[in-house]
């Protein structure tokens, strides 16, 4: 088999516990915009953000990161890194990385929240893989307080966030955010969204609108290189992990775009990884029978939802002699980057991408920002609350969004050496020659209309 199945590390528990700049701003400038823009924020005023980078620098009398012009906290810009903010003027707080699982995306964002630490005058105390088992999961967790940790970032499965909170409520001094999945406290009913309410603020990104996104470019893919091939002879299939609402959401949207292009889901298979596992193993177990026993399909494209998912299909239409003629696209990318670094290519070709160097700045600025005191977990980001979406007494938890680009094979090293350029970071080993501040933005252009009542 030419596919290099994934590379599923578990890292073990790591610790080394041993006056404003006139920019008046929220965050503007889209995936692939210029870095100096024009914007605005809650408080009104106009600006241009400064894309200088974030390398540090102490000594000056700012009251906050990001403030206003008058000196007042900017709720909207407090958690991204301030490069002309003295952090060292606050004390240190002990900050945490726990998730459910260890694979690649993991790690890689556990080394984004590494790389930050410092930068926010925090003490990295390590990640911890709870190895997809969840009562260990909440173990790390209490241990983690009891060894004097106060900020987490926690990646747990998304069904016990209820406990999670339950737990943390018995320290009010311990501040925390969810990455992958938004907090919710799986409530049902009319009106509630998928999940539940609303526990906690969430940065991340429109799950729904991101299948739709992964669809239209496998289709697209199709048509610029089996343009004659018609519809009927193609199999789409859909990974899914269905008991996460987020991972469901872009499954749904998948399946709109297809049938909106095709007319028929007669051809659109989902192979649900529950019973499987969420890992390289569970995708193949899931998949594996379903491509396997529809031979009548020589032409396969698939939305593999995450690395593993994505890095199974590939194995298993390689095994089926189909790479040439199949599409592997998945909303992720790390693991996709370490495959084109080797150099090998299969048919799983594209990924829609947010560095995780990009991702962390906000999630661990927000924990700072919170342990400051600066900011409650209702009053972070208020231009990102949803109207519709909240807490379940009205709660202004707010979703934060973050852009997202294409990684492809001839210009993903640009992409992701700019974002070192963006985080003074050397997360990956490629050159900086040729590339611009202005080459992308770490923000969103605008908040969606969605996020307004009609």
């Not at 823009?37 to 005023?45: E, L, P």
């Not at 810009?77 to 002990?94: C, S, W």
């Not at 009010?172 to 999945?181: C, G, I, L, R, T």
Request: proline content about 5%; hydrophobic content about 35%; overall charge negative.
């Amino acid at each position: 088999m030419k596919k290099a199945l994934a590379i599923i590390l578990m890292l073990a528990l790591v610790f080394s516990f041993s006056a404003c700049d006139g920019k008046n701003t929220t965050s503007n400038g889209g995936a692939s915009g210029g870095g100096n823009t024009n914007q605005t924020d809650t408080s009104g005023g106009t600006g241009n953000t400064d894309n200088t980078g974030n390398s540090g620098s102490a000594g000056t009398s700012k009251p906050y990161p990001n403030c206003n012009e008058d000196g007042s906290i900017n709720l909207d810009r407090i958690a991204h890194y301030d490069q002309e903010y003295d952090y060292t003027q606050n004390p240190k707080f002990k900050i945490a990385y726990i998730a459910q699982a260890g694979s690649a995306l993991y790690q890689q964002s556990a080394a984004a929240y590494e790389h930050w630490a410092p930068l926010f005058n925090c003490e990295w105390a390590g990640f911890i893989s709870a190895n997809g088992d969840s009562d260990m999961f909440l173990t790390n967790l209490q241990n983690l307080i009891d060894q004097g940790v106060k900020g987490f970032i926690l990646d747990p499965d998304s069904t016990i966030f209820p406990a999670v909170v339950n737990l943390l409520s018995q320290y009010p001094d311990v501040q925390w955010m969810a990455q992958m999945s938004a907090a919710r406290d799986g409530e049902t009913g009319d009106g509630v969204a998928v999940g539940g309410n609303l526990i906690h603020p969430y940065v991340g990104f429109d799950n729904y609108d991101a299948g739709k996104q992964v669809t239209k470019k496998l289709i697209e893919w199709k048509e610029e290189t089996y343009p004659d091939v018609p519809w009927n002879e193609i199999g789409f299939l859909a990974f899914n992990y269905s008991v996460s609402p987020q991972l469901n959401e872009r499954v749904l949207g998948s399946q709109d775009v297809w049938k909106e292009t095709t007319g028929s889901l007669d051809n659109f298979f989902v192979a649900d990884c529950v019973s499987t596992g969420i890992d390289l193993q569970g995708g193949i177990d899931a998949a594996g029978p379903i491509i396997s026993s529809h031979s009548e399909y020589k032409y396969w494209l698939v939305n593999g939802l995450i690395d593993d998912f994505a890095q199974a299909a590939a194995s298993i239409l390689d095994t089926q002699g189909l790479t040439e003629t199949s599409c592997v696209i998945d909303f992720g990318g790390s693991a996709l980057q370490m495959q084109w670094d080797e150099g090998q290519q299969d048919a799983y070709r594209y990924a829609l991408f947010t560095a995780q160097n990009l991702y962390a700045e906000p999630i661990i600025g927000a924990v700072y920002a919170m342990l400051n005191g600066w900011a409650t977990p209702q009053t972070l980001w208020p231009s990102w609350v949803k109207w519709d979406d909240h807490g379940k007494e009205g709660e202004t938890y707010a979703q934060l969004r973050l852009p997202t680009v294409w990684l492809e094979p001839d210009t993903y090293k640009h992409y992701l050496e700019w974002t070192d350029m963006y985080a003074h970071a050397d997360a990956y080993p490629y050159s900086q020659e040729g590339i611009s501040l202005d080459d992308y933005s770490p923000f969103v252009d605008k908040v969606p209309d969605e996020y307004k009542a009609p």
